[in-house]
């Protein structure tokens, strides 16, 4: 893709000593900028960290975010940034384009070189119309959330263009031109018309595209890429990752990405670099972190990660393995459903959509039933439906032997209380005013097993305690927990009322693969000592793996594939379950090659 070149000169300045020259963004090259260093970059490297220190001013005094951490970013590499939640990896990414809070202070050095290795700057040291240029037309961000970049209410072309007039760029038709070949690049279908839409058109992996479009159309040298596809579907997933590769192999650029799922590293990354607590711990090629990990941090987020035929074993405070004393299979029967169907009505002149068609299953008492696919494929509507937040339209759906077609309120609301929900993002299913023992103690309030939150406290305290949360946690609100805490107070509330019937939604999606492990452990461990049944939604197939008995995969509204957890992972029938297989990456780079190029051959997948 050709290099803007008309845009305006600024005081932005790459020195190369001797050299006079002029960059396709208009900046102009010598030694005579205020803001000129010495050389600090070989020419196969594209940026520096030098002991970078970054602070944040709080009421409670200065948090040190990152603590003198030092990595380099070769040219045309991937370098995977990796840890838990917290340990400043997004901190430090923003860093390298000066993307932080005025709260924020910082020590050490960022260098960065422009694209043809010509020079290079002290990004820490630049003014703001220097920072200017040097976003986007030497570095650009993709965010984690493509909703909170892209702009509502100005089409996804408008936006694009944007950062080409913020360049210099005036030319309308050379800036739709502009649009409309990145949006092709990045694979948006029928991109000449789909240029005038607004984000709420596209999918989520298509406003995840745009927001890499958005990065690439100044042909930057470096895209700094944060948790791109955290909570995507494993397929929409894999496209993401080939797009970033993309940047690397056709457009020349560098890619640091910061992501905790293992398996993205694997499948992506060069270089890999480990952090914890703002620090780097461990740093060097893909090889050696994955097979010869020296720090105990690297070698315990490794162990975490969850493996495609690996069963969760759980012990007790003896060592004894925690099993089911009960055949789930001799169990009765607590949800049932024949021919069930949910169909949303079309609104403005828009025909039905059939979310759910025609599907047949039941769950058994103590059974864990796995159900997978992707958005859209209807996976939530039906754990809507079994806990009556959905009306079917269609078909039968016995839930405890109440016929959820056309079931009255006053009928299902005794059966409430037998039914937990876990949903996808306890953030947002808390309410953020209350502390958490009122978020916990709510359903017992509206069931009427307690009259207050007082009378209540004490039971509170044994549910925090039975997932492994300490009771002083009852009084602080939800924004006050980490991510794992909060889906583990969620936990608490869904087994509040002892459900006979548990449906997690989506619960650890968005968590690290570490805090992931440990809430999946506490999970199967409340499922066997509780004994309820579970219908455990996901996408993640190695994560349903370790706990189901039964798999169900859901494409376009129906069951594709039904059967043993064991069965459905090792011999996959159906072209849909072989290809959510293929595209899940594994936390093993060899072996994760091999599985791309197997994705290419599974019929109509090529």
């Known amino acids: 893709m050709s290099e803007t070149n008309n845009t305006k000169a600024v005081n932005m300045v790459f020195p190369n000593e001797g050299a006079k020259d002029v960059n396709t963004s208009g900046a102009t090259y010598g030694q005579s900028a205020p803001n000129a260093v010495m050389p ?29 951490i030092t990595f380099t970013i070769p040219r045309r590499t991937v370098v995977g940034v990796v840890g838990e939640s917290g340990s400043g990896k997004s901190v430090t990414a923003r860093s390298i384009i000066k993307l932080l809070p005025e709260t924020a202070s910082t020590s050490g050095a960022i260098y960065i070189s422009n694209k043809e290795g010509t020079g290079e700057l002290d990004v820490l040291k630049l003014s703001g119309e220097q920072l200017q240029q040097l976003r986007g037309g030497e570095a650009a961000m993709v965010f984690q959330e493509p909703n909170s970049v892209l702009n509502p209410v100005f089409t996804i072309g408008w936006q694009i263009e944007e950062g080409l007039r913020a360049h210099g760029m005036k030319d309308k038709k050379e800036l739709r031109a502009k649009a409309i070949e990145i949006l092709q690049k990045v694979g948006i279908p029928d991109a000449e018309t789909r240029i005038d839409y607004y984000p709420h058109q596209f999918s989520g992996g298509q406003k995840q595209r745009i927001v ?11 895209i700094l890429a944060d948790e791109p596809t955290t909570a995507l579907d494993v ?9 970033l590769r993309l940047a690397r192999d056709e ?22 670099v480990v952090m914890y607590q703002g620090h780097v711990v461990e740093q060097g090629d893909v090889e050696q972190i994955f097979y010869h990990p020296q720090d105990p941090y690297t070698q315990r987020l490794l162990a975490s990660v969850p493996r495609i035929g690996e069963k969760l074993v759980v012990k007790d405070r003896y060592g004894s393995v ?6 789930w299979r001799k169990e009765p029967v607590v949800v049932e459903a024949k021919g069930m169907s949910v169909t949303y009505p079309g609104r403005l002149m828009q025909p039905d959509f059939v979310a759910v068609n025609k599907v047949d299953f039941t769950i058994r008492r103590s059974e864990v039933l796995g159900l997978v696919g992707e958005s859209g494929s209807g996976k939530s509507t039906t754990g809507r439906a079994i806990a009556g937040l959905q009306k079917i339209s269609d078909g039968s759906l016995k839930v405890f032997g109440v016929e959820m077609n056309g079931v009255k309120e006053r009928d299902f609301k005794p059966k409430r209380a037998d039914i937990g929900f876990v949903f996808q993002d306890p953030g947002s299913s808390f309410d953020p005013l209350m502390t958490i023992a009122q978020n916990v103690a709510e359903p017992l309030i509206v069931h009427k097993k307690y009259a207050s939150v007082a009378e209540a406290r004490n039971y509170v305290g044994e549910l925090m305690e039975m997932v492994q949360l300490p009771r002083v946690y009852m009084d602080r609100f939800p924004h006050e927990l980490s991510g794992g805490q909060r889906q583990r107070a969620s936990l608490a509330r869904a087994l509040a009322l002892k459900p006979s019937l548990l449906i997690a939604d989506e619960p650890t999606s968005a968590l690290d693969v570490s805090v992931q492990a440990k809430v999946l452990e506490l999970f199967k461990r409340l499922q066997v000592e509780i004994g309820f049944a579970c219908l455990f939604i996901t ?3 190695a994560v349903v793996d370790m706990l189901a008995d039964r798999i169900m995969v859901m494409h376009k509204g129906q069951i594709v594939e039904h059967g043993d957890a064991s069965q459905i992972i090792e011999h996959p029938q159906d072209a849909y379950t072989q290809k959510l297989l293929a595209s899940l990456p594994v936390p093993d780079p060899r072996q994760q090659r091999e599985r791309r190029a197997l994705l290419h051959h599974i019929p109509g997948q090529e």
């Open 251 to 272: 457009f020349g650029a560098s890619v640091l990405i910061i992501t905790h799922n293992m398996g993205v590293v694997a499948d992506i990354a060069d270089q890999v």
């Open 235 to 243: 397929t929409v997933q894999m496209e993401i990752l080939d797009l």
């Open 40 to 68: 600090h970059l070989s020419k196969d490297m594209l940026a520096s960290v030098d002991k970078l220190g970054i602070s944040f001013v709080t009421d409670a005094g200065p948090i040190k975010a990152v603590d003198d």
């Open 322 to 327: 925690v099993t089911r004393t009960t055949d």
């Open 212 to 222: 890499i479009a958005m990065a690439l159309v100044l042909n930057p040298g470096l």
């Open 539 to 541: 996408h993640d197939l």
